[in-house]
């Protein structure tokens, strides 16, 4: 698919013949390469159960012609006649368009251990390019000036299982990350979704924050469809009222047996509206005795939302204190009797 890295398998067929080396050019389709490792070296290797002391080296000639060559230090053939025999590993350009584009295998010679070379026939190979119809997911938020507010981020994986991503939230000016008591950003695997996953979040500035899941055991996470992660939203108590845009930014994700795939970016809204009601804790339009249970409950150290700050503040001191939570019951009471 469009972004995808996946290894090409280039088998060996030779059942009356030992080759102890050979040369061939891959030669790719336009928007396919060979991907780089972090060092730089093209990714290539012999598998390891034909090799013996052989050894594989791979330069980029131009273009998508890529010359492999492999040889044994002491001229010993390949073991094995059947199966694969090399593994390169390739990667598809995001924008690439659905549809099979054409590889092949040229100037191939074989070299057996006498030294008698052999010219083969030129190979060719299709690359099916899939349109990607796995990909992530976050809901339009709706968020009032102080509140905090979960956003979930769904993973739609009817045909893939995955072990791991990484993706960026990109958030609009007056937007951030809510962080509980202890200073940590609030966010938190779905239940239902992780096994053995650990989930990091790092703030990197500008509005960006990158998120990073993976499975100590490199399970995949459990289910197809619904949420899969969820960050706590919270928008200043000035923030300006409006549709605001915000990004999934980068998502890359990886299959058990390392496959990755780089999705396209996702954008979402935020809409910031409404005015801020002192004392009406959880947002809900109303004053009563629901949100002081919740500020106390909040106080006492519990991650409740949706949950406004500054509506909590009644006081207007500038801390949420047990002060806050006896002026909401006074209001509470203020407007009974008025009734």
């Known amino acids: 698919m469009p972004g995808q890295t996946k290894q090409l398998t ?17 030669v790719l389709p336009e928007g396919v390469t060979v991907v780089r490792d972090e060092a730089g070296h093209l990714m290539a290797a012999l598998c390891d159960e034909r090799k013996a002391d052989h050894v594989l080296s791979v330069s980029h000639r131009g273009g998508g012609v890529y010359r492999l060559m492999a040889f044994s230090m002491s001229n010993s053939p390949f073991a094995g006649t059947e199966g694969a025999l090399v593994s390169v590993t390739l990667h598809a350009d995001e924008r690439m368009e659905a549809g099979t584009v054409t590889g092949s295998l040229q100037q191939q010679v074989m070299t057996e251990q006498g030294g008698t070379q052999q010219k083969w026939a030129d190979l060719s190979f299709a690359i099916n390019v899939e349109s990607g119809g796995d990909h992530f997911a976050a809901e339009p938020l709706e968020l009032m000036p102080g509140q905090t507010k979960q956003l979930a981020i769904s993973l739609e994986n009817p045909l893939q299982a ?9 958030l609009p000016a007056g937007i951030t990350v809510a962080r509980n008591d202890a200073g940590k950003l609030i966010a938190s695997l779905a239940d239902d979704r992780k096994g053995d996953h650990v989930l990091n979040v790092t703030a990197r500035g500008d509005g960006t924050y990158r998120l990073m899941a993976f499975s100590m055991s490199n399970a995949a996470f459990s289910g197809q469809e619904g949420p899969l992660a969820y960050v706590a939203l919270q928008a200043d108590a000035a923030a300006a009222s ?18 990755q795939q780089k999705w396209a970016d996702v954008s979402f809204t935020i809409t910031v509206d409404g005015e801020v009601i002192m ?15 919740m500020l106390a ?12 700050a500054a509506a909590a503040n009644v006081s207007g001191d500038d801390a949420v204190s047990i002060a806050d939570v006896v002026g909401i019951v006074e209001m509470v009471k203020a407007a009974a009797v008025a009734r």
Do not use: C, H, W
């Open 242 to 259: 409006g549709e605001l845009a915000a990004t999934l930014l980068k998502p890359v994700v990886t299959q058990a047996d390392g496959t």
């Open 10 to 26: 280039i088998s060996l067929a030779n059942p009356q013949k030992a080759y102890a080396a050979f040369q061939l050019d891959l």
């Open 297 to 308: 409950r909040r106080i006492t150290g519990e991650t409740l939302m949706p949950y406004n």
């Open 162 to 170: 995955y072990a791991a991503f990484q993706l960026d939230l990109v």
């Open 279 to 293: 004392g009406d804790v959880n947002g809900d339009g109303r004053v009563n005795i629901s949100d002081a249970t």
